[in-house]
């Protein structure tokens, strides 16, 4: 058995040995773009439970210590990593809820709700990344029948390892690089701390970085892992959107009738108060959604609507700025709270990184602006705070990055209005999805036209090689320019400009009547220019040439192509 002090320091432990390992971690790249990585995220995302952990008595229960700690983790999940870790702790809050003690048995049933849930978050699940790693120790836990706590965890360390070292064999881009997967090692990592306080009674501290470094897979020694990219667009798959509310009956179950709302449709919302559960879900087969809640109480105020035919009768609006000169937003990093009006349907919050970015998407309407992109993934609290500066009863969330989606999906379960995630990828992908906001249509129709107009855009991105890498069969070296055309590297080079216009030109197509340079931080006003001209006199004649300073980090200048 493991008491509350133990499991509190073994999380701890565990915090602290990703925390001193978290650089190794984003080191073991394949792709040497500088971006904020598993490691950091995972690290960010545990480490927000460390000091509330601390702040627990020596003689706290199991159960509230893992909910101390998966609370804390829930508000403060970055990047998709973060997200699925902080899942992964939620089954150890949900299995050793109410108890004072856990046994053998109990770890087990917190790993395989943990798997579970972190399965579910994750629209397409990929094998061979880290929710592969956590699912075979939850599989070969749960065989083993063993009923000791230390023998257990040695089980789950030992299977962790196994599967980390198999995952090239289950990703292809894995194999060929000749690594493992960056977020199943982070994962043994925080595994490997916590048996330390399981077995020894000894926690890792954070200044013992040298002396508690895991020996990381011999197949990844020295090399990089894939970060993991787990999170795709949406598919607009199922044309009714339902919505109906639920007079609650002694039956009830918000999360049974959640479940089955997200295994039959998507875009769910399940929102619950003491009497009444608010649905809304886009599905194939309105009937059988209806018909299934009506276990849990008498329906009202249903609303069944064709998105197909929305989308028909609606027109793509013009593609002029949308300026809100009166927009007030606060300043960065201060989101102070506001009450819902109910005259105000509709409100913005962008992720963007940059000055110039921020004022653009202020300047296309968006009420609050997070602060975060590539090298910054905000957390899912920062996320809700802005949301709940917005008076607004739906707030469109932009991401604007594939690693930030999943932290703004976790904030739909805590923000007290609504929150709808249009999962943009890329800052040209953000900008044009704003451009497409009509204020007259509804939620469901602005969601489809704005996702199906930022789909159509391109993004080109000019940066630099963070550490020298063997690449997809090409050498890299640390500095070199690099070009990635929709997140896939397409060239490499010495000259910023000469690199810049290259890959505008390629990205441009016989379709293309946009092109929109966006400068970052360093690169001077009078380059910017130079190189918008260049791309202007190398492309196609007729297509428009714009420039903007964006003043982001990392990327010398991000390129949208339409």
Not at 339 to 354: N, S
Not at 390 to 406: E, G
Request: charged share 20%; net charge negative.
């Amino acid at each position: 058995m493991i008491n509350g002090k133990t499991l509190r320091d073994a999380i701890i432990s565990g915090a602290n040995n990703i925390a001193n390992q978290r650089a190794r971690v984003d080191e073991l790249n394949v792709f040497p773009v500088p971006d904020g990585d598993t490691g950091t995220n995972m690290s960010m995302t545990i480490g927000a439970a460390v000091a509330e952990l601390n702040a627990l008595p020596d003689d706290v229960s199991v159960g509230d210590a893992a909910h101390c700690a998966a609370s804390a983790m829930l508000r403060g999940a970055r990047g998709n990593s973060g997200v699925i870790t902080s899942l992964l702790f939620r089954g150890f809050s949900k299995a050793l809820a109410g108890k004072k003690e856990a046994d053998a048995a109990d770890l087990v049933a917190a790993l395989e709700k943990g798997v579970q849930a972190a399965y579910k978050a994750v629209m397409k699940p990929t094998e061979g990344t880290m929710l592969t790693v956590a699912r075979v120790a939850s599989e070969d836990a749960a065989r083993s029948g063993i009923a000791d706590v230390v023998e257990l965890w040695d089980l789950v360390l030992a299977s962790s390892q196994r599967a980390l070292d198999n995952t090239p064999n289950q990703l292809p881009v894995l194999k060929k690089a000749g690594v493992v997967d960056a977020g199943g090692q982070g994962l043994l990592v925080i595994f490997e701390g916590m048996g330390k306080v399981f077995k020894e009674g000894v926690m890792v501290h954070s200044e013992e970085a040298a002396a508690s470094r895991t020996k990381l897979s011999s197949e990844a020694a020295g090399k990089g892992v894939y970060s993991d990219d787990l999170m795709k667009v949406e598919d607009i798959k199922n044309g009714y959107c339902t919505q109906f509310l639920v007079n609650k009956n002694e039956n009830a179950s918000t999360e049974k009738l959640r479940a089955f709302l997200e295994s039959n449709g998507d875009s769910v919302v399940v929102i619950e108060d003491d009497e009444v559960i608010n649905c809304h879900v886009h599905t194939a087969d309105p009937g059988q959604i209806i018909s299934h809640a009506l276990q849990y109480g008498y329906l009202t105020s249903f609303k069944i609507e064709n998105m197909h035919e929305q989308f028909l009768a609606r027109q793509k609006q013009g593609k002029g700025l949308k300026k809100q000169a009166e927009a007030e937003s606060a300043p960065a990093g201060e989101f102070p709270y506001a009450a819902v009006d109910p005259e105000r349907a509709f409100g913005f919050v962008a992720v963007a990184a940059g000055e110039g970015l921020k004022d653009i998407f202020r300047d296309l309407g968006a009420d609050a602006v997070v602060s975060g992109g590539q090298t910054m993934n905000p957390a899912t609290e920062d996320i809700v705070s802005a949301v709940q500066s917005v008076p607004a009863q739906t707030v469109f969330v932009l991401p604007n990055n594939k690693n930030i989606i999943m932290a703004a999906e976790m904030a739909q379960k805590i923000a007290d209005r609504r929150i709808v995630v249009l999962p943009t990828r890329t800052i040209p992908q953000g900008i044009t999805a704003m451009l497409n906001f009509d204020p007259d249509a509804t939620v469901d129709t602005n969601t489809i036209n704005m996702m199906q107009a930022a789909e159509r855009v391109s993004t080109g991105l000019i940066t630099f090689a963070a550490r020298n890498s063997d690449f997809d069969g090409r050498k890299i070296k640390q500095g070199e320019i690099l070009a990635l055309e929709n997140g896939k590297l397409v060239a490499t080079g010495t000259d910023i400009t000469k690199t810049t216009y290259r890959l505008a030109r390629s990205m441009c197509k016989k379709d293309t009547s946009f092109v929109t340079i966006i400068s970052g931080c360093d690169v001077n006003e009078e380059d910017a220019q130079r190189t918008a001209e260049m791309v202007q006199a190398k492309i196609p004649s007729g297509i428009e040439v714009s420039c903007l300073n964006g003043g982001q980090p990392v990327y010398y200048y991000i390129i949208s192509v339409e």
